[in-house]
């Protein structure tokens, strides 16, 4: 029996809570305990960025589909709306993470005292009046795209075809504007911690990133929706389909991982080389980490075709990517901000984090609940259904 | 397979199988048109040109071109990388479409593979004939030799002996084995014995069994897979030839995934170039519809915007960076001596793709074919941009200096359109340029005579 | 001395149809030979999937450990140079070439092994059995002896097969 509209029960809404409730006490912990203030600044940014990333990509994967005029994933594309939910979220978190003193700890050209002569040149750009105005900018044309995206899709369930034309006008500039801004979000949010450095491709690398979190998010998704007992008509076909993505975003991620590095190692200039070296002097377990958890692992378990085909082996090869996206986002972060001495991944990291997934899967599922699971009058409704990956 | 109504048709005319054949190995028939011979007569004198200018570098050396101390590389290199690039087109749609699971892709593979391993056989030619002692060519390959010496693995231009090799290699099988049942099918019809004969040993004995049917269609998706990740590394790699330096407007990490979308930009121009043509002159507008062409178009404006993306941020980091030698470089790019350059691949490469957002513009078959022409100029010229704006004005203003081409260099460069174009209009003609097998399968799904077809 | 009936169809549903049922009347099939891959035969006919992806990945492996290897000796042992201060043991230098070398390998691997296990190649003896099979024909080979012939021929009429036809070799 498949049921048509998602009802989170109260068993499942108290373990989330549990997670949130457990996610403000290792804050507390963070701030008043052994950590400092630096590594919750850097925690908060990770979370925030972390989860508002996977929003995009699940409205990224219902617009790009959308525009590609895609039929296979239409009767799994609720899901990804429903990722989405939390972007309005995660930015009004980031905007208070900012506002209520996370800047100066995490930025050092907030401290306009001490710029040297180097950052003086960066602050036509760096300077927080216009930090801001591109801060809003970008998370209120999400939101905006969010809305409207979500409501012409719930719109399509009165089957009109004008709704279906409207989506993919909607999507195209949805997916336009998600590449210009998530490009200048990460060097706003993220290069600029680094702000002696820079990478052209830092943007590139930073959306591969959010794309494999993203997909393998949607996947233990999928499979929690199926456990729960709603989605019955998700087969072997569809979870083939999305283990493929993972497949490939893992191996589009190491791509850019080894241009980035290989680029820099080789040509061997200091001002570029330093971000490695960092990295490799201070926490060189996590540079090798980092790259088996996204790359080795789902480029070896996902390579078969069975492999994609059964949960058994997608649930933790995406449990696993999911793990290292973080583990790549933190070492984007935590080096610039807390540096080698101080840094560390214990209560406060991984509570965060644990908190941050409840208040998720909370917005995701309170999404889920208002509206019907599956567009049933969408126009490749039926391709969803009846279809085979046929290899 | 369900396919929704709402799709428009990928094969148009209520075609059955067997007129699927008929018509598309019509072109093989008879006597080529008279635009035939006069097409291969004029790519056959820049040919010639071409055997020319080959033969002066050759006989009278590097000097009979432009370069000089300062800029080392210029038309040698640009052409080398704009043919690559436009190569990978073929790759695209053959690999990475049937990954995704695009039919469309079906009736226009056939032809673009084939353009895929005429612009590889191209692009190969610069490199070799840019070494001026060209009986020692040889020392690329590693090979156990006297001089105890082994190739230099850590360079980048090694790296692009074994990357172009092997994409040759891997499109030439890749191709070939997709066309075995299309052989088949030419040797099954031919009447004249020895035309029989010849294709039939082409066929490679090919009978149409479930069985061979079956792992053919293993090969070619396990081919694709193994295809799409060689194509962005030999265009990635390509791109290292430049990024590894410490050159301004060089060095930059972006250059890979900016390299390859920029390559398969032109090479999807220069598929709609040909096809529009092609389609018109061997009466196969039933099978290379508006449709594709249009779907053809959407992948333009992607891979364009994402080349412009990448431009607007290799700008701004230049400027981010405080580094006032690549500040400079980008400068002298668009107010310089080569400024000129510049600005026609700006307008080229950034403006005329965004056209094709608007549907009348897309669906516009001449429109199309004039803003392929514009794209393939454009992508030429941010070739020639790179190579040469960075070199000639780099760090040290005691060696600045120009570079024009000589008519030699101009030779070589028609020369292999004269090679390419040659090797096209002997394609059509020898070899089906519609994959006969691949339209078939998804004609009851996808013609304009859709059946509800249901298996098992 | 081997005999076979062969009968066609002029479209693939029909045909995916008849295989079924001949296959039902325990009627064995030598073989299926249709103009282009049709979905859904294989499971009809009891076909075991390809073992082709395992050459390939054997043929990468190959090629990814000898090209590591290799360069790794040239670097380290047979003619070591010190290029632009990198290191002899260069793994970020080695991946461009290590990375071509798998999928050469791989793909020529894999390529070689589908000739040789279809029994196809430049110069090899097939039998057509009709000339329209590369057209718009789906034919069903059956392999027989005298003595159950007409029992074969009248599982295939039932079939809907048309063109009945019996060869001998």
Known sequence: MDKQKFQLNSNTRNILFAMIGFGLLSLAYGMFGGPGAKRVAASLLLNNIYFIHIGLVGLFFVTVHAIAESGWQTSIQRVGEAMSAFIPVGSVLLLLLFVLGGMPLLFEWTHTEHLDALLLKKVAYLNVPFFYVRFFIITGAWVILWYFVRKTSLQMDTGDLKYFHRMRTLSAIFVVFLALSTVVASWDWLMSIDAHWFSTLYGWYVFSSMLAAGIALYIILLFLLKQMGYMQHVNVEHIHDLGKYLFGFSIFWAYLWISQYLLIWYANIPEETVYFYVRQKYFPNLFYVNLILNFVIPFLALMTRNSKRTFAVLVPVSVIVFIGHWVDLYQMITPGVVGGEEAGIGLLEIGLTIGYLGLFFLVTFFSLSKAPLVPEKHPFHKESLEYHTNY | MYVSPIREPLIRGGKTYSQVTKDIMAPMAGKPSIYWYIGITISGIAALFGAWASYMTVYHGIGTWGLNKTIGWAWDITNFVWWVGIGHAGTFISAILLLFRQKWRTSINRSAEAMTLIAIACAGFFPTIHMGRLLLGFFILPYPNTRELWVNFNSPLLWDVFALTTYFLVSLVFWYVGLIPDIGTVRDKAKNKIRKAIYGFLSFGWTGSARHWSRHETVSLILAGLAAPLVLSVHTIVSFDFATSVIPGWHTTIFPPYFVSGAVFSGFAMVLTLLIVTRKALNLEDYITINHIESMNKIIILTGSIVGIAYLTEFFVAWYSGVEYEQYAFMNRAFGPYAWAYWIMMTCNVITPQLFWFKKIRTSVVATFIISIFVNIGMWFERFVIVVTSLHRDYLPSSWAMYKPTFVEVGLYIGTFGLFFTLFLLFIRVFPVIAIAEVKSVLKSSGDNKNDTHHE | ?169
């Open chain 3, 1 to 169: 001395m081997s005999k076979y009936i062969t009968a066609y169809y002029s479209d693939e549903v029909d045909l995916l149809k008849g295989v079924k049922l001949i296959r039902s009347k325990g009627l064995e099939i030598a073989d299926v030979l249709t103009p282009f891959p049709v979905h859904g035969l294989d499971s009809v006919m009891g076909m075991k999937r390809s073992r082709l992806s395992v050459v390939a990945f054997a043929g990468g492996a190959i090629g990814a450990i000898s090209g590591f290897a290799f360069q790794t000796w040239v670097f380290t042992s047979a003619y070591p140079i010190n290029f632009g201060g990198k290191p002899l043991f260069s793994v970020p230098s080695f991946i461009p070439v290590t990375f071509e070398l798998t999928v050469l390998f791989a793909a020529f691997a894999m390529v070689i092994a589908f000739f040789i296990t279809n029994k196809i190649g430049p110069g090899a003896k097939t039998v057509i059995h009709d000339e329209r099979i590369t057209d718009d024909r789906f034919l069903v080979v059956v392999k027989m002896d005298e003595t159950k012939s007409d029992n074969a021929l009248s599982i295939l009429k039932e079939a809907g097969a048309q063109g009945i036809t019996l060869k001998g070799e």
